[in-house]
């Protein structure tokens, strides 16, 4: 494992050697199968989210071909409305619950500890947990699919379709536990990249030097920690209730409201395709940085505009109810918001347009992904402020037209740069780089196809045709431009295929990387493709937001942490001083452990309510270890500051 | 990473292996046949019989097919003699008394040919599966389908529990030919 | 025919205009926003500095920095504009005269019933998936769901409502041209969402009014012997437990009414064409055509079918 650079000069090669070796000794995984099961190191980890949520995403687009397959002609006879049902509820829960929050917040687990210059998360074994979780959730899903219980009324499940009268079996019972395992999951990940973004960070790193991808992460987290509980309430607690022992929240005959359903739901519902996009903002800055040679402009800005999104993402969700009865006067005040935030992303599209005019653009894949981002996100952002009017939301609402909008939005918005960020820290994650070739057959058949799917929807909704339609008659006229659109999903599905073939072929035989391949600015690229376990041997003191384009200043680290033990080094909040010394659990069973027991609780709780209590009884079983596991390790140690920059323990 | 793969490659499989009974919507308009034998009070019968080859409920362990069952109780005004299960004119569905037999068949028997003091022959007037999930239905106001079949409440004011909420039961008195 | 492009009533048209507008200043800023990036990837500004990276001279950095808060300025007025014509047309949506037509419909899976109200009970008219409507005046519909929620849309008349269960809502619109005009359930509610279509038949006022008392007349006894046959066959199977016909004892409220039948364009929620050949197939298996829907099929012997169906036909 080589050293970080730059290092302080004072420390030889050979002190450098012995501390990198023991440091490897103490944080290296278990060894084998168990090992991989214990595992509590944040990259492992984060690389387990990413694969997972890959394989969602192709999940979610083969369900999308054969639906696709199903509408290319009208009347067709592939599926019967009960499969199309499910397909359709299946490729919206995966794409948006399974798939695309997972993704995102996986990046910020992988790269955030190692953006900030920290060793791991400040809650690994929670990390851990909340994978467990969520893969629990996966297998859940699909299994439930294969043995046709899978859920059918949409990724929305709106009450009274979804309630006990019309839903029979324990279909929407398996739709609502799978969003409680991934909302648990989604906190988890959000408490862990809160804590590590304020309490970790680098020395020196002050809020104000923090890269634009760990604001993003940032804002997210907290997004997620007021979102989620509102899907947790209505889709565990009373949806699941009203089904399984006989409540009323949305029964109109017994002082119920199937309308407060769509409140609760889409409180959650909006600001999460923020939390969507969000990350995906934060992405686009440090490739465009990378690939215009030139730091940001309007650093401050872009970090109000991230604040501001998240805070008016909460304020919109009523336009996803515009056709419902509630009084006008309340939807303008929605429609208002809706199009104010357009604003703060404007701003940001601004800032990266002023700094690629003023910088040198380089079109790598990556950086072609960015332009491709700006084509397609902003045509669907403009569909969104269509969409905010109410009166002409009336018209396309619930119709092909906002399909487009969405997919638009998601895959130009989060797709986009997501697939920008693939190519560009693909060689940080595997040490190798992801063909340029095939990188550029990827990105045309992919923004081609997108807009050849998803383009002519608008005209479809303009001219009548609803959503969740498992068919269509032929006098509508609307047969040309679906069969259109099914070529195109196709296409997505070859540039897709042409990824998934880049990266298997690069991560075993693709040209290897070294540290740093892009001559990028961030601290993650300040340590070794890939990063050894323990991230960074020294902590870097920072003094910029760009600490690698620094040349021609000092980079003193921090000495004396142990490496007989699992340490992190805990500094403020706003001003990264260093403050503490804090022990980092060491791998652990009780993760996995606890899954298991949640998905017993929360599973079992659709048959019985005997298996709650069997769970609860085994949980306190699995705390006791996980707290025990804690006890062993010494308290942390504050740390006396000398003068100067650099900190040596004992 | 390629272990939880094939972990859960392995899981999947598995449950493909499995149906699900419960889950099944029947939409096509194959119909179940009616039961064996009509239990007859008397010899004389209007019509022919309804001739069958099961004496199993055809929707007793389908939660689609019973809830069918509900809506169809509600539509066809069963609840003016049988009050949601509670009885009046007619007795109670919710309890374990039987006057003409809980088995499938015996229910099917019932709701199709008719029965003295009241009750309506339905069997040219429902088509057999919607008798069979009426069946359904009844037997699971009295807890005898099993559980996760079982429809939740429905959407109008609570007069009962929830066929879901009935606990599993056995019939006790009943005056059929066969118990 | 069910286009928001081809507008045939005052308040389509005010949504018409508004989607033109948002279209062409939308697709401006959309090529502006794009033609920019691409010309600023192509740009070669600035010099390259310490470590490679590319500078920019102080002038051009506080004229890119201006040129931001430009276009954020510009952003946020073609966003007020836009808000304020949306509260203008939400206005003139909302404004309506005193109406001459009350229609209540209730959303049914998957079928509409239609109901045209009035203080006298005998000139009630009941009907299902096809509302005629005078031209020029405005109707207004009161909307609910009996089950689940659905949402009833005539793209060519209005915009959409939801009629949700357990709420009353309103929704209205003047026709002013005349014609036929397909709307759609646009809520998913359920297996048949796909086919719940309605169709609404604006006419000039006394062609209205003659179809309103047509349609309120109760139909007539047959008396040719197949007719009489096939009206026995309706009465003595299950049909009338679900369906009614005015001037029977056909009364039941759990499927759409079929009194007039005949004189609807449409079979099953606009699924099929009303003709004979087609009714024939959806009475003797309904499942065939609309997966998953209640009507069951009743083992109807050929002659049976076939005079029920000859009985049907004469419902006009």
């Known amino acids: ?650 | 990473m390629t272990d939880s793969f094939r972990v859960t490659l392995v899981i999947t499989l598995c449950a493909l292996v499995l149906g699900c009974e419960r889950e099944e919507r029947r939409l096509n308009s194959q119909q179940p046949k009616g039961p064996q034998q009509m239990v007859t009070q008397v010899s004389l019968q209007p019509g022919p019989n309804v001739v069958a080859d099961t004496e199993e409920g055809a929707f007793d362990d389908n939660a689609q097919g019973t809830t069918e069952g509900q809506i169809l109780f509600a539509q066809m005004n069963c609840s003016g003699c049988h009050s949601n299960g509670g009885g009046g004119m007619g007795p109670p569905l919710m309890d374990d008394q039987w006057i003409y037999g809980s088995r499938p068949d015996q229910i099917f028997a019932t709701i199709a040919e008719g029965r003295p003091n009241g009750m309506p022959a339905w069997k040219y007037k429902l088509n057999n599966q919607q008798i069979w999930q009426l069946v359904a239905y009844v037997r699971s106001l009295s807890g005898l389908t099993p559980k996760s079949a079982r429809p939740g409440r429905d959407d109008h004011m609570n007069v009962k529990p929830a066929p879901m909420q009935t606990p599993n039961a056995k019939p006790k008195n009943s005056q059929s030919t066969t118990p | 025919m069910h286009s928001v492009f081809s507008p045939a009533s005052a308040q389509a048209r005010i949504v018409a205009h508004l989607w033109w507008w948002m279209f062409g200043v939308g697709m401006i800023v959309w090529l502006g926003v794009t033609l920019a990036a691409l010309y600023a990837a192509r740009a070669r500004r600035g010099e390259r500095g310490a470590n490679g990276l590319n500078e920019v001279t102080p002038t051009v950095r506080q004229r890119t920095e201006r040129g931001i808060a430009t276009a954020t300025f510009v952003t946020l007025l073609i966003l007020l504009a836009f808000l304020a014509y949306d509260f203008t047309a939400g206005r003139a949506l909302a404004a309506h005269p005193k109406v001459a037509t009350t229609i209540r419909v209730t959303g049914y899976q998957w079928w509409w019933d239609v109901l045209y109200e009035d203080p006298d009970p005998s000139k009630q008219v009941e009907t299902a998936n096809e509302i005629h409507v005078p031209v020029g005046e405005t109707v207004q519909f009161t909307l609910r769901g009996a089950d689940v929620i659905h949402s009833f849309w005539a793209p060519n008349l209005n915009g959409k409502k939801d009629l949700v269960p357990g709420y009353t809502t309103a929704l209205f619109f003047r026709a002013d041209t005349a014609g036929v005009y397909r709307g759609q359930c646009a809520e998913f509610c359920g297996l048949q969402h796909a086919k719940m279509a309605f169709y609404v038949i604006a006419e000039p006022r006394p062609k209205f009014e003659a179809w309103l008392a047509a349609a309120s007349t109760p139909m007539q006894p047959p008396t040719d012997p197949k007719l009489v046959y096939g009206q026995k066959v309706f009465m003595s199977s299950g049909c009338p437990l679900c369906h009614s016909i005015s001037g029977t004892d056909a009364r039941g409220t759990v499927g759409p009414g079929l009194s007039h039948f005949k004189s609807r364009s449409t079979i099953a929620a606009g699924t099929l064409a009303n003709t004979r050949q087609n009714l024939t197939r959806w009475i003797q298996n309904p499942a065939a055509f609309k997966p998953g829907v209640r009507m069951p099929a009743l083992p109807f012997k050929p002659a049976e079918l076939d005079a029920l169906v000859s009985y049907l036909e004469t419902l006009k």
């Open chain 1, 1 to 650: 494992m080589t050293a970080p650079l730059p290092i302080d000069q004072t420390f030889d090669t050979a002190t450098v050697a012995r501390v990198t070796a023991e440091l490897d000794a103490t944080w290296r995984e278990r060894p084998g199968f168990w090992g991989w099961l214990t595992s509590v190191d944040h990259k492992a980890i984060g690389r387990r989210y990413i694969v997972t949520a890959f394989l969602m995403f192709i999940a979610g687009g083969l369900e999308a071909a054969i639906m696709r397959t199903q509408l290319a002609v009208p009347e067709n006879h592939l599926l019967g409305p009960d499969r199309y049902n499910q397909l359709f509820t299946t490729h919206g829960t995966t794409m948006m619950f399974l798939f695309a929050v997972p993704m995102m917040t996986a990046m910020g687990i992988y790269f955030v500890p190692l953006m900030i210059g920290a060793r791991n998360v400040a809650f690994p074994r929670l990390n851990a947990f909340g994978y467990w979780t969520y893969l629990v959730g996966v297998v859940f899903l699909y299994v439930s699919l294969f043995a046709n219980t899978g859920p059918d009324t949409g990724w929305f499940a709106y009450v009274p379709l979804s309630g006990p009268a019309f839903s029979p079996g324990h279909r929407v019972d398996v739709w609502a536990q799978l969003v409680t395992f991934t909302e648990i999951s989604a906190l988890c990940v959000a408490v862990n990249i809160i804590v590590t973004t304020f309490k970790l960070r680098a020395p020196g790193m002050s809020l104000n030097r923090m890269p634009i991808f760990v604001w993003a992460q940032l804002v997210v987290a907290f997004m997620v920690v007021f979102a989620m509980p509102a899907v947790a309430a209505g889709s565990t607690l009373m949806l699941a209730t009203d089904r399984a022992v006989n409540m009323h929240w949305f029964n109109p005959a017994e002082g119920g409201d199937a309308l407060l359903w769509q409140h609760i739901f889409w409180f959650f519902g909006h600001p999460e395709v923020y939390i969507i996009f969000l990350p995906a903002m934060g992405m686009v800055t440090p490739i465009i940085e990378t690939f215009c040679r030139r730091r940001v402009i309007g650093y401050t800005a872009l970090v109000m505009a991230n604040v501001a999104t998240a805070f008016f993402a909460f304020g919109l969700w009523v336009h996803h109810m515009f056709a419902t009865p509630i009084p006008e006067l309340g939807q303008s005040l929605f429609t208002a918001a809706s199009m104010v935030i357009a604003v703060p992303t404007g701003v940001q599209i601004f800032c990266w347009i002023a700094t690629i005019w003023t910088g040198r653009a380089r079109l790598t894949v990556p950086m072609l992904f960015i332009l491709g981002f700006f084509f397609t996100f902003v045509n669907g952002g403009i569909t969104g402020v269509m969409l905010a009017s109410v009166a002409f939301d009336k018209q396309v609402h619930d119709t092909f037209f906002v399909v487009a909008h969405l997919h638009y939005v998601l895959i130009g918005g989060g797709l986009m740069p997501l697939f920008g960020a693939f190519y560009y820290w693909f060689p940080k994650v595997s040490g190798r780089l992801l063909s340029e070739r095939l990188g550029k057959w990827h990105f045309w058949l992919f923004l081609i196809g997108v807009n050849v799917t998803f383009f002519p929807m608008h005209a479809l909704g303009l001219d009548g045709m609803p959503r969740r339609v498992y068919t269509y008659l032929a006098p509508t006229g609307w047969g040309t431009l679906n069969f259109l659109a099914t070529l195109g999903a196709y296409t997505i599905a070859l540039g897709v295929l042409v990824f998934i073939v880049n990266a298997l072929r690069s991560w075993r035989a693709g040209e290897l990387a070294g540290d740093n391949p892009w001559d990028s600015s961030g601290l993650e690229w300040a340590t070794s493709s890939p990063a050894p376990p323990y991230n960074f041997a020294f902590p870097i003191i920072i003094d910029s937001v760009h600490p690698l384009w620094e040349t021609n200043v000092e980079h003193p680290v921090v000495t004396g942490l142990r490496t007989d033990r699992r340490e992190i080094l805990v500094t403020t909040t706003t001003d990264a001083v260093p403050e503490s010394r804090h022990a980092a659990p060491d791998p652990s069973i009780w993760p996995l452990y606890l899954a298991g027991c949640m998905a017993l609780l929360f599973i079992g709780s659709i048959f019985s309510p005997y298996f709650v209590l069997i769970a609860i009884g085994l949980s306190v079983f699995g705390l006791l270890g996980w707290g025990l596991q804690s006890t062993k390790k010494i308290e942390p140690e504050l740390v006396q500051l000398p003068t100067g920059a650099m900190v040596e323990g004992a």
